[in-house]
Each structure stands twice: as structure tokens, then as C-alpha cells.
């Protein structure tokens, strides 16, 4: 048994949920780097000539569970895994990683989350392998959050690159990944590097902190630096090769990004070369086919010449290549699930996320090794990338956190105000053209209508705190014919009517009869006032550009809401700048208003 093992089963042996932080106790043995000295690679050595191959591929998984514990049975799991309970996932895989979601049914609330970690490492500690898993979420911030209030939430990355600033960047990255922290979570699937230069993307978006290569760089490194200096987890740069330049969502189809190996250079490495050379943990890969690549018609996920040529060989990557999702339609359809599994980590990556056939994709990584046609040395390399992450970011020694600590470290009052005075500087004024902002103090009924439950209600909570007479009418993303009378009716009875936008651009899937756009053109025609804000990606002002009074906020959390009331009533100047151009509609290279506008007064 090798050292690393002996002193990881020593400190983690008699750990339960209760015990906590086992590691930290003086009658621990002391680290191995105070016992003898042995090198970081060298501990991780040990550890691999010790484990069969099943423990060796075990470790390149990435694992969920339905439900809000480690030990509760969920038949879901069962259909999935062939066990009920998420410990019982753990003990039959042995997973390198593991993912949180909150339309899985994992989250309830930051303590829970902590002691569920606590539940997923004991069960990974005492089976077998002895190893702690690296638990990851999707925590982008914005409009892609696992772990809502009374977590701090922010504006997003998008929100970011309006303010431009990349010290707020990295303090918002810092407090995220310090709350994840105390919840378990050592991994964060983010900073988003794509750069969004089509108007037209369903899946990126306001994702991307900006349409310029330069801005995305310099926010992407500002964010490595918040995780993973200063909050002690793993970032994960995502998604390689460059997602930025699709009309298709990945999800769903599989998109192709026909930039010249020119264009790639200039507009999608950038960013990526950037957190490469901060020292990103961990990049993540895109179900895109790129032709300037890899001509073969292959998404990046199981490319060869993207993932070990270009990533590996040009960028000079050192770190873990993880997937994006295996169950995503985009990488499913060309090889089927078994072969897929296999030309990933053929492709040069380390770890296969969220496969939708477990035992089918295990088996076959399995096979494949032993059959010759991945060498069990590849695979070591792999695990030498996903052991070392674990000890650089302390989840291999002290993987147990302190439920008790949540209230001190998760959503504080400082964390909030911090957050809030982030999100002030995002919002941006497009038009103004009847100087209708700032508006007086003069008390006015306001509707508040069109895009979001929680949203629309928080904008109207935070307008009569400011002594407004508030009505809300939530039209949704598609609104109906009923919907829109019913606003337009209210709008006529009201002195100012605020209507929130939420992708009314996208005819695609969001909103296939652009009834928003109808929505907001039949409230125009009152001949009210209407105030447009558009609360996620800021081109929809392009299809009602008759709109004189249009903002952007990038996000639509409650602090994006309070931010938006600041301004409409002056009690901050919008300072926000455009990090990206709104074209013309059906004229995508045509700016309507472009990159760096923004008004103020």
C-alpha cells in the first residue's frame, strides 16, 4: 500500500459527518510533504501503482445522484445505476468526481449541501480506494446558478464585462468559490471563456463576459485568480475550443463553427492561452465541430487533433481536460454511448462528465484498455492530472467541512453588499431618448410586466420600497394574446410601465411567435410611458428599436432588480458600457449600437 493511500486511509478512517474535519485534528499524522518530503507527482505515483484498473477508470468519471442526501433511495438512481442511494453510486464506481445540480434535486439550501459533501466522502473514504472525490457544480453566477440565496448571487459574467472591471471579477469569483468551499464544493465549472461574437447564440450568450477577445482574456484570468488563488478551489475554463460562434445549442444539435484557423487564433485562443497561462486547473470541452481543427466532422470532445494537437500540444495545456456532459445530444448521436466514452479519453481527456450510460461507458473504457487500444499508460497520465488537482486544492487530505461554518462564510452581509455594489456598475442605458430616466421622486404607479416570476416581483419590490404604487403582470416568455391584452390594459391605468425582455430575440425556441416582441410594441402604442429593460441578452432592443427607453442588466436575480431600481430612480448613474455590439436585426455584421456604448447623465 502505498504511502499516499496509508495516510489517507490514517486520517480518514474514522471520519463520519459528525467528526467533521478529522484531517485537522492534532492526532492526525502529520501531511506527508512535513513527513518526508516526497514531491507532490511523487505522492500521486505511489498512489497509482497501487490501484487496479478499475479503481484507475473509476477516477476519470464524473458522477450525480437524484436526491438531497447521500443515503436516501431514489428510484431514479436505481433505473440509472443499478443501486438507489448516491453512497451506494460511490462504493459500486469509485468516481474521480461528482456534480450538484438543482433540477436533480440536490440543493436545498447550503447547509444541507455541506452535509450532504460530508455524507459523499465518507462513503468515498471508506470504500475500498480510500480516495475523496473532487465534488464540482456549475456555479457561473448570472443566468447559470446550482445554488441560489442565501448564497451571494451576481450580476454574471456578461454584467461583468459591462463594468469592466477585473478586480470586481475576481472578488466576485473569491466569494463564490469561498462559499462553495464550505459546502464542499472544490470545483467550480467556470469562468465561461467563450466569446460571443453571434448575436444569435441560444447557449452562450451573456455567459461570455464579452464579444472581444481581449475583455473575455483579461476577465477569464481575473476569475482563475479569484477560485483558485483566492478561494483555494479548481476553475475549469470552459469550452474548448470556443463556443461563441453558433446559432445551435449543444444541448440539443450539434453545432459547427466554421471560423478560418486565422479567425480561431484571433478571436476564441486568446482567452483560453490566457488562463493557461494563469495556471487553470482544469479546461473544459465543447460538443462543437471546428473543420479549421479537425476536418473529420468530429465534435472537439473526441478529437485527437484538438484535445491532444492543439490543447496539448500548441497551447502547451498541463492541467485536467474534463468534458462538458456526455448526456448532451450534441456528442451522442455520431458513435453511440459506449463509443463515445471511449474516443473522449482516446481524444486526450481526463475525465468523462455526467455519462448517461454508466455501466455501459464503464464497461467499455474497461475493455478498450485491455484490448490495447488505450494504453493503461495514457490512463495513468490521466490520473496523475485528476490526483494531483486533488492535492493541490486540499481535497485529498481534508475533504470534510463544518455545516456550522455556513453561517459565517455563505451569503454574509459583507458578501451581499459586496455583490450589490458590484452589480450597480453593470447596468447600461442604451436609450434615453425622451428623458425619461432618471425618474423623480414624485410618487407614480408603476406596472411591472412582461418576463419572470421572482423577477418581475423583485423589480416591483424594490420600486415600492422607493414609494412607487406597484402592479405586476408576469406575461412569461412566450406571452399569450390574453396576456398581452391584459397588459396593455393595466399599462393604460398606470403612469409608467416597466416591461423586462428576456430573450425576445431568439424566434427560435424561446419565443417562436415573438409574442414579446408584440408585447412590447402593443405597449408602445398606449402612447405611456414604457421603460424596456432587457434582463438577459441585451440585443432584443434590435426588433422594437421604436422603444425610446431601453437598459440592459445582463441578469435578472434579485440584485440585478435592485441595481435596475437604483438607476431608473438616479440614485446611482448608469456606468455600464456594452461589452459586446447589438447588430441590426437580420444584419449581423451591421452594428445597431456598438461595442463600448452606454449613457449616463
Given at each position: 500500500?502505498?504511502?499516499?493511500?496509508?495516510?489517507a486511509?490514517?486520517?480518514?478512517?474514522t471520519?463520519?459527518?459528525?467528526?467533521?474535519?478529522?484531517?485537522?485534528?492534532?492526532?492526525?499524522?502529520?501531511?506527508?510533504?512535513?513527513?518526508?518530503?516526497?514531491?507532490?507527482?511523487?505522492?500521486?505515483?505511489?498512489?497509482?501503482?497501487?490501484?487496479?484498473?478499475?479503481d484507475?477508470i473509476?477516477?476519470?468519471?464524473?458522477l450525480?445522484?437524484?436526491g438531497?442526501?447521500?443515503?436516501?433511495?431514489?428510484?431514479?438512481?436505481?433505473?440509472?445505476?443499478?443501486v438507489?442511494?448516491?453512497a451506494?453510486?460511490?462504493?459500486?464506481?469509485?468516481?474521480?468526481?461528482?456534480?450538484?445540480?438543482?433540477?436533480?434535486?440536490n440543493?436545498?439550501?447550503?447547509?444541507?449541501?455541506?452535509?450532504?459533501?460530508?455524507?459523499?466522502?465518507?462513503?468515498?473514504?471508506?470504500?475500498?480506494?480510500?480516495?475523496?472525490?473532487?465534488?464540482?457544480?456549475?456555479?457561473?453566477q448570472?443566468v447559470?446558478?446550482?445554488?441560489?440565496?442565501p448564497?451571494?448571487?451576481?450580476?454574471?459574467?456578461?454584467?461583468?464585462?459591462?463594468?469592466?472591471?477585473?478586480?470586481?471579477a475576481?472578488?466576485?469569483?473569491?466569494?463564490?468559490?469561498?462559499e462553495?468551499?464550505?459546502?464542499?464544493?472544490?470545483?467550480d465549472?467556470?469562468?465561461?471563456?467563450?466569446?460571443?461574437?453571434?448575436a444569435?447564440?441560444?447557449?452562450?450568450g451573456?455567459?461570455?463576459?464579452?464579444?472581444?477577445?481581449?475583455?473575455?482574456?483579461?476577465?477569464?484570468?481575473?476569475?482563475?485568480?479569484?477560485?483558485q488563488?483566492?478561494?483555494?478551489i479548481?476553475?475549469t475554463?470552459?469550452?474548448?475550443?470556443?463556443?461563441?460562434?453558433?446559432?445551435?445549442?449543444?444541448?440539443?444539435a450539434?453545432?459547427?463553427?466554421?471560423?478560418?484557423?486565422e479567425?480561431?487564433?484571433?478571436?476564441?485562443?486568446?482567452?483560453f492561452?490566457?488562463?493557461?497561462?494563469?495556471?487553470?486547473?482544469?479546461?473544459m470541452?465543447?460538443?462543437?465541430?471546428?473543420?479549421?481543427?479537425?476536418?473529420?466532422?468530429?465534435?472537439a470532445?473526441?478529437?485527437?487533433?484538438?484535445l491532444?494537437?492543439?490543447?496539448?500540444?500548441?497551447?502547451?495545456?498541463?492541467?485536467?481536460?474534463?468534458?462538458?456532459?456526455l448526456e448532451?445530444?450534441?456528442?451522442?448521436?455520431?458513435?453511440?454511448d459506449?463509443?463515445?466514452?471511449?474516443?473522449?479519453?482516446?481524444?486526450g481527456?481526463?475525465?468523462?462528465?455526467?455519462?448517461?450510460?454508466?455501466?455501459v461507458q464503464?464497461?467499455?473504457?474497461?475493455?478498450?484498455?485491455?484490448?490495447?487500444?488505450?494504453?493503461?499508460?495514457?490512463?495513468?497520465?490521466?490520473?496523475?492530472?485528476?490526483?494531483l488537482?486533488?492535492?493541490?486544492?486540499?481535497?485529498?487530505f481534508q475533504?470534510?467541512?463544518?455545516?456550522a461554518?455556513?453561517a459565517?462564510?455563505?451569503?454574509?452581509?459583507?458578501?451581499l453588499?459586496t455583490?450589490?455594489?458590484?452589480?450597480?456598475?453593470?447596468?447600461?442605458?442604451?436609450?434615453?431618448?425622451?428623458?425619461?430616466?432618471?425618474?423623480?421622486?414624485?410618487?407614480?404607479?408603476?406596472?411591472?410586466?412582461?418576463?419572470?416570476?421572482?423577477?418581475t416581483q423583485s423589480?416591483?419590490?424594490?420600486?415600492?420600497k422607493?414609494?412607487a404604487?406597484?402592479?405586476?403582470?408576469?406575461?412569461?416568455?412566450?406571452?399569450?394574446?390574453?396576456?398581452?391584452?391584459?397588459?396593455?390594459?393595466?399599462?393604460?391605468a398606470?403612469?409608467?410601465?416597466?416591461?423586462?425582455?428576456?430573450?425576445?430575440?431568439?424566434?427560435?425556441?424561446?419565443d417562436?411567435l415573438?409574442?414579446?416582441?408584440?408585447?412590447?410594441?402593443?405597449?408602445?402604442?398606449?402612447?405611456?410611458?414604457v421603460?424596456?429593460?432587457?434582463?438577459?441578452d441585451?440585443?432584443?432592443i434590435?426588433?422594437?428599436?421604436?422603444?425610446p427607453?431601453?437598459?440592459?442588466?445582463?441578469?435578472?436575480?434579485?440584485v440585478s432588480?435592485?441595481?435596475?431600481?437604483?438607476?431608473?430612480?438616479?440614485?446611482?448613474?448608469?456606468?455600464?458600457?456594452?461589452?459586446?455590439?447589438?447588430?441590426?436585426?437580420?444584419?449581423p455584421?451591421?452594428p445597431?449600437?456598438?461595442?463600448?456604448?452606454?449613457?449616463?447623465?
Amino acid at each position: 500500500m502505498s504511502a499516499l493511500r496509508r495516510f489517507a486511509i490514517a486520517s480518514l478512517a474514522t471520519a463520519t459527518v459528525g467528526a467533521l474535519v478529522p484531517a485537522a485534528a492534532s492526532s492526525a499524522p502529520p501531511p506527508i510533504s512535513q513527513a518526508n518530503q516526497i514531491t507532490d507527482v511523487q505522492k500521486a505515483q505511489r498512489a497509482i501503482k497501487g490501484m487496479s484498473l478499475e479503481d484507475k477508470i473509476g477516477q476519470m468519471f464524473v458522477l450525480f445522484a437524484y436526491g438531497p442526501d447521500a443515503n436516501t433511495p431514489d428510484a431514479r438512481n436505481t433505473a440509472l445505476y443499478g443501486v438507489a442511494t448516491p453512497a451506494e453510486v460511490v462504493a459500486k464506481y469509485h468516481p474521480g468526481g461528482w456534480i450538484y445540480f438543482n433540477a436533480r434535486d440536490n440543493v436545498q439550501n447550503p447547509t444541507q449541501l455541506a452535509t450532504y459533501s460530508n455524507q459523499l466522502q465518507t462513503a468515498a473514504v471508506k470504500e475500498g480506494l480510500h480516495l475523496p472525490l473532487t465534488i464540482a457544480t456549475d456555479q457561473e453566477q448570472g443566468v447559470v446558478v446550482r445554488i441560489g440565496p442565501p448564497a451571494t448571487q451576481f450580476g454574471g459574467n456578461m454584467a461583468h464585462g459591462a463594468s469592466r472591471s477585473t478586480a470586481d471579477a475576481r472578488t466576485a469569483a473569491g466569494i463564490t468559490g469561498r462559499e462553495l468551499k464550505a459546502m464542499g464544493i472544490r470545483e467550480d465549472y467556470a469562468p465561461v471563456a467563450d466569446v460571443n461574437v453571434n448575436a444569435l447564440n441560444p447557449v452562450i450568450g451573456v455567459r461570455s463576459f464579452s464579444s472581444d477577445p481581449k475583455l473575455v482574456s483579461d476577465m477569464v484570468v481575473a476569475q482563475v485568480q479569484g477560485y483558485q488563488n483566492d478561494a483555494g478551489i479548481a476553475a475549469t475554463a470552459k469550452h474548448f475550443p470556443g463556443h461563441g460562434d453558433t446559432v445551435d445549442d449543444s444541448h440539443t444539435a450539434l453545432p459547427t463553427i466554421n471560423h478560418t484557423r486565422e479567425q480561431w487564433e484571433t478571436i476564441d485562443a486568446p482567452s483560453f492561452r490566457a488562463a493557461i497561462k494563469a495556471g487553470i486547473d482544469s479546461i473544459m470541452t465543447a460538443h462543437i465541430v471546428v473543420p479549421s481543427l479537425d476536418p473529420s466532422g468530429d465534435p472537439a470532445t473526441l478529437s485527437k487533433p484538438i484535445l491532444t494537437g492543439v490543447l496539448r500540444g500548441e497551447l502547451g495545456f498541463k492541467g485536467l481536460i474534463v468534458t462538458d456532459a456526455l448526456e448532451m445530444a450534441a456528442v451522442r448521436a455520431k458513435y453511440g454511448d459506449a463509443e463515445v466514452a471511449v474516443r473522449a479519453i482516446e481524444a486526450g481527456a481526463d475525465q468523462v462528465l455526467l455519462p448517461p450510460a454508466p455501466d455501459v461507458q464503464f464497461k467499455a473504457v474497461v475493455d478498450a484498455v485491455k484490448s490495447g487500444r488505450i494504453s493503461e499508460r495514457q490512463i495513468d497520465a490521466s490520473l496523475l492530472r485528476i490526483l494531483l488537482m486533488k492535492i493541490k486544492n486540499g481535497v485529498l487530505f481534508q475533504p470534510f467541512v463544518d455545516p456550522a461554518k455556513i453561517a459565517t462564510t455563505v451569503g454574509t452581509p459583507a458578501s451581499l453588499a459586496t455583490a450589490q455594489r458590484i452589480v450597480d456598475k453593470s447596468v447600461t442605458l442604451v436609450k434615453n431618448n425622451t428623458s425619461t430616466l432618471p425618474l423623480t421622486n414624485t410618487p407614480r404607479s408603476i406596472l411591472v410586466t412582461g418576463w419572470g416570476v421572482t423577477t418581475t416581483q423583485s423589480l416591483a419590490n424594490s420600486l415600492a420600497k422607493r414609494g412607487a404604487t406597484t402592479t405586476v403582470a408576469q406575461t412569461g416568455a412566450a406571452p399569450s394574446d390574453a396576456a398581452i391584452a391584459d397588459a396593455v390594459t393595466k399599462a393604460q391605468a398606470n403612469d409608467v410601465t416597466v416591461v423586462l425582455t428576456q430573450k425576445a430575440w431568439d424566434t427560435k425556441v424561446t419565443d417562436k411567435l415573438a409574442k414579446q416582441q408584440k408585447l412590447v410594441k402593443d405597449l408602445l402604442a398606449t402612447g405611456r410611458t414604457v421603460i424596456v429593460v432587457a434582463v438577459r441578452d441585451p440585443y432584443d432592443i434590435a426588433y422594437f428599436d421604436e422603444a425610446p427607453t431601453y437598459l440592459a442588466t445582463y441578469g435578472y436575480a434579485a440584485v440585478s432588480m435592485e441595481s435596475l431600481a437604483k438607476v431608473l430612480y438616479g440614485e446611482i448613474a448608469p456606468t455600464g458600457k456594452l461589452p459586446v455590439d447589438i447588430p441590426v436585426a437580420g444584419q449581423p455584421q451591421t452594428p445597431l449600437y456598438p461595442f463600448g456604448h452606454g449613457l449616463s447623465w
